[in-house]
């Protein structure tokens, strides 16, 4: 939309109210809550749920109502944590929800006034000052010094200035000067709005739920084969058709392990309860397993692995240089000189620095240093304060007499001061091609090259380079003349890396995930951030995304000058070829990449709203640090659903060979519909949802990320769910044959070392055994025994399971055999240590 430069009244409120109605409100579309029936069909759509589902729809049919129960109550149990989870963290999302701009100044009936932003209408008068938030897009149609922080919307981190005619985007920050502004665009049809429509795609399954899809989808093919051949073989030795249907059933649900969702989601909830302890908000459960899975992390520069704020970091001076340590606009620091800088050029330079500004600094109630004004000029006046020069203290001594404020065209800014005597002091502050020529300095030519060179250098190396000069006329002069300067030195500043950006990136490598950074800047600062964080090595490529041709087939590390789209084509690519990739991000330019990605990381105080309504994860602290802490919880919740099904699989794996093996050896029902029933009901009850909580092993960040084509039962686990199967089904048969042989209880003496057995894999899986890790397994594997003895012992339970009590003697041999079950899941531990 468009309009003409409004008359001075600007609109009037009548037909501010008619393009309201006619236009809707300046709002972007809010995403309708979602229900909560779709809550929870989303969980049910998960496929062992629905393999459940399925099981509990037999057990229904036959009449089974006591396994109904069992699984009917894993299914709620599961889909309340999943369902409770998403209604927490959507909660919390909107506690940290903040509006972009609530109000805004404009102009109606030649009133100034300040309404909701809501009510922007196009053709409004915006009236903008130092502070304020851009409500909407709009044409600057006045404007003074007026500077704006794009960096949210662009990923730039150095603000712009904006001459009439210029465009401002909604969403853009004042930072300095004052202007005014006609309305162009509101809602959807501004900036922000278009790049919001960009994240209408998501990024579909996450590697765990496409993981375990095959996983039920292959238990429900092997299990229905095998049960009905355990069906065909009984109906063929003679036994009851109703026995056989039921004990098919029965096999159905002992041989899939229905703990697996509750388990997942026990697993998720707890990774989600300790991230939220670090101040990590997980939005969706699954996000917690995928950042487990990422091979490459995808980063934004500003805000991320910098600090968002402009810092001093370089001194040039025609005597020496000088480096500056510290951090944010505290005047905390130090000043190192190179051996050959002088006290005097120093102290000239920075006092210039901080008297040639219009910026200010304050400090906040919990004591941060804030700036109001220009970024780079505050960064100016925090360098100047860790010399001891104090802006307040330098302007009551020089005060300031006239000046020409900075503009686009003349690319410096000029101020003149008084002093005690006569003379006054003449400054100026600019880019250095503005300042490092005649007439503007008289020094010598030699000189001028010389820090043409340096700065030049410093801006090859990602800084903003000032150039700073003066001169002290004898007469204090009326206007300030900006020729026959002298140069005072060269200041290099930079918006620096986050204190923990190095170490994250280090640890992502450690880990065997790529770290990659796609940013909005310039090459050259870039690469100066991607070098220092250890993203690339200096001589690494940086692809400029304006000058590549198609993105697509780049493969690089850093890619600069990247718009919204282009990030989303860069993103996709990695996906096409098979990366799990995290993004992490904080501004309205990052949102559609945030949403594509597998996992959307956003950063909870400094990000934008659209940005955290885009991802997975928002660290509440903007801790980047949290990123790798969120991945090792993935991992280890992901190590853990590989130990539950190696546990659970191997047992039902048991399960049916007993049943299909027993008849050949002489065992005629090695085990009744019920028996089997409640050892599933025992082993993949507590325990197995307890394998869940099991700490992370010790070598969980030194290992690469698991390959995103690899199956959930890949690298080894298969086979080891084979050999501790082979393992449970020797000592359940042997135990039965030898009881059948002697005359004892064969069955129930088969029921009990086969519960039994699967107990013992259950403390054999413990990441950390012999100690007190995991408590609730220990508690949750003991219950489970005494159980299993009540099955034995308890009349109304014997008379439900159809056992028989045993000796003293015989629970012991039958005990110490079970044993192996430990043993077993330890030994393989120990010599396939690459199935853990």
């Given at each position: 939309?468009?309009?003409?430069?409004?008359?001075?009244?600007?609109?009037?409120?009548?037909?501010?109210?008619?393009?309201?109605?006619?236009?809707?409100?300046?709002?972007?579309?809010?995403?309708?809550?979602?229900?909560?029936?779709?809550?929870?069909?989303?969980?049910?759509?998960?496929?062992?749920?629905?393999?459940?589902?399925?099981?509990?729809?037999?057990?229904?049919?036959?009449?089974?109502?006591?396994?109904?129960?069992?699984?009917?109550?894993?299914?709620?149990?599961?889909?309340?944590?999943?369902?409770?989870?998403?209604?927490?963290?959507?909660?919390?999302?909107?506690?940290?929800?903040?509006?972009?701009?609530?109000v805004a100044r404009v102009i109606r009936d030649g009133i100034d006034r300040r309404i909701p932003a809501a009510d922007v209408v196009v053709g409004?008068?915006?009236?903008?000052?130092?502070g304020d938030i851009v409500p909407a897009d709009a044409t600057v149609t006045e404007s003074a010094a007026l500077l704006v922080d794009e960096s949210a919307l662009t990923g730039e981190s150095v603000p712009v200035e904006k001459a009439r005619d210029e465009p401002v985007s909604s969403g853009t920050i004042v930072v300095r000067g004052r202007g005014r502004a006609v309305v162009i665009a509101v809602g959807v049809a501004s900036a922000t709005g278009r790049i919001a429509a960009l994240m209408a795609k998501g990024s579909g399954l996450t590697p765990l739920q496409r993981r375990l899809m095959g996983v039920g989808r292959l238990l429900a093919g092997v299990t229905v084969l095998l049960c009905t051949l355990v069906l065909v073989l009984g109906l063929v030795r003679g036994q009851p058709v109703e026995?056989?249907?039921?004990?098919?059933?029965?096999?159905?649900?002992?041989?899939?392990?229905?703990?697996?969702?509750?388990?997942?989601?026990?697993?998720?909830?707890?990774?989600?309860?300790?991230?939220?302890?670090?101040?990590?908000?997980?939005?969706?459960?699954?996000?917690?397993?995928?950042?487990?899975?990422?091979?490459?992390?995808?980063?934004d520069k500003t805000g991320t692995l910098t600090e968002g704020s402009m810092v001093v970091r370089r001194l040039w001076t025609p005597a020496g240089e000088a480096t500056i340590s510290g951090?944010?606009?505290?005047?905390?620091?130090?000043?190192?000189?190179?051996?050959?800088?002088?006290?005097?050029?120093?102290?000239?330079?920075?006092?210039?620095?901080?008297?040639?500004?219009?910026?200010?600094?304050?400090?906040?109630?919990?004591?941060?240093?804030?700036?109001?004004?220009?970024?780079?000029?505050?960064?100016?006046?925090?360098?100047?304060?860790?010399?001891?020069?104090?802006r307040p203290e330098l302007e009551r001594r020089f005060p300031r007499n006239a000046e020409v404020p900075f503009d686009s065209g003349r690319k410096r800014m000029t101020t003149v001061h008084r002093t005690a005597g006569e003379g006054g002091i003449v400054l100026c502050k600019g880019a250095p091609e503005a300042l490092l020529h005649p007439p503007v300095l008289l020094d010598d030519p030699a000189l001028m090259a010389r820090a043409s060179e340096r700065a030049g250098e410093l801006a090859q190396a990602g800084y903003r380079v000032l150039a700073v000069a003066g001169a002290r006329p004898a007469h204090l002069p009326a206007v300030a003349d900006e020729s026959g300067l002298s140069l005072l030195g060269l200041i290099a500043i930079m918006d620096p890396p986050r204190p923990?950006?190095?170490?994250?990136?280090?640890?992502?490598?450690?880990?065997?995930?790529?770290?990659?950074?796609?940013?909005?800047?310039?090459?050259?600062?870039?690469?100066?951030?991607?070098?220092?964080?250890?993203?690339?090595?200096?001589?690494?490529?940086?692809?400029?995304?304006?000058?590549?041709?198609?993105?697509?087939?780049?493969?690089?590390?850093?890619?600069?000058?990247?718009?919204?789209?282009?990030?989303?084509?860069?993103?996709?690519?990695?996906?096409?070829?098979?990366?799990?990739?995290?993004?992490?991000?904080?501004?309205v330019n990052d949102g559609p990449a945030l949403r594509r990605a597998d996992i959307g990381v956003a950063m909870g105080r400094r990000g934008t709203e659209v940005a955290r309504q885009a991802a997975d994860l928002v660290l509440a602290d903007d801790d980047l640090n949290t990123v790798v802490a969120a991945v090792e919880e993935g991992r280890r919740v992901y190590t853990n659903i590989r130990r539950f099904l190696v546990y659970g699989l191997s047992g039902g794996a048991a399960e049916i060979a007993v049943m299909l093996l027993g008849p050949l050896a002489g065992l005629a029902l090695p085990l009744l519909p019920a028996q089997i029933l409640w050892i599933n009901l025992l082993t993949h009850g507590l325990p197995g949802v307890a394998l869940g909580g099991e700490p992370a092993i010790p070598e969980t960040m030194a290992a690469p990320p698991r390959p995103p084509s690899q199956s959930i039962l890949g690298a080894g686990l298969w086979q080891r769910v084979i050999r501790i199967a082979v393992v449970l089904t020797a000592v359940s048969l042997g135990v039965g044959l030898w009881a059948h042989e002697t005359g004892r209880p064969w069955q129930s003496m088969i029921f009990f070392a086969l519960g039994a057995a699967q107990l013992g894999v259950a403390l054999g899986s413990r990441t950390r055994p012999g100690s007190l890790a995991n408590p609730m397994l220990l508690l949750a594997v003991a219950g489970a025994f005494v159980l299993q003895l009540a099955g034995l012992y308890l009349p109304p339970l014997r008379e439900l399971l159809g056992t028989e009590p045993l000796a003293a003697g015989d629970l012991l041999v039958v005990t110490a055999l079970s044993v192996l079950g430990y043993a077993a899941a330890r030994l393989d531990r120990i010599l396939h240590p690459s199935g853990k």
């Open positions: 939309m468009s309009t003409t430069t409004p008359a001075p009244r600007g609109l009037s409120s009548a037909e501010a109210a008619a393009r309201l109605d006619r236009d809707g409100p300046n709002l972007l579309p809010e995403k309708p809550p979602v229900p909560l029936w779709h809550r929870i069909l989303t969980q049910l759509r998960d496929p062992l749920i629905l393999v459940l589902l399925a099981a509990c729809l037999l057990t229904v049919v036959t009449g089974d109502w006591s396994d109904t129960a069992v699984i009917m109550l894993v299914i709620v149990v599961n889909t309340a944590v999943g369902v409770g989870q998403e209604i927490r963290a959507d909660r919390a999302i909107t506690a940290l929800t903040r509006l972009t701009a609530p409004d008068l915006l009236v903008l000052a130092e026995l056989m249907v039921i004990t098919a059933i029965s096999l159905v649900v002992a041989a899939v392990p229905e703990s697996l969702p509750a388990v997942v989601t026990l697993s998720l909830a707890l990774g989600a309860r300790r991230m939220a302890a670090r101040n990590a908000l997980v939005r969706r459960l699954p996000a917690v397993e995928t950042l487990g899975s990422v091979t490459v992390l995808a980063t951090s944010g606009y505290a005047p905390e620091g130090e000043i190192t000189g190179d051996g050959t800088l002088d006290d005097r050029s120093l102290m000239e330079l920075l006092t210039a620095a901080a008297l040639c500004n219009d910026a200010t600094l304050s400090m906040g109630d919990e004591g941060e240093w804030t700036a109001i004004g220009d970024p780079t000029e505050a960064a100016l006046l925090a360098a100047a304060a860790k010399a001891g020069l104090h923990a950006a190095a170490a994250t990136i280090a640890a992502c490598k450690r880990a065997g995930i790529r770290p990659v950074l796609i940013t909005g800047d310039h090459p050259g600062t870039a690469r100066a951030i991607a070098t220092d964080v250890g993203i690339i090595g200096p001589a690494d490529l940086v692809v400029d995304c304006r000058a590549a041709g198609e993105l697509d087939e780049q493969d690089a590390a850093v890619y600069a000058r990247a718009t919204p789209e282009e990030k989303l084509v860069l993103i996709q690519s990695m996906r096409d070829r098979g990366q799990i990739l995290a993004m992490t991000g904080d501004g």
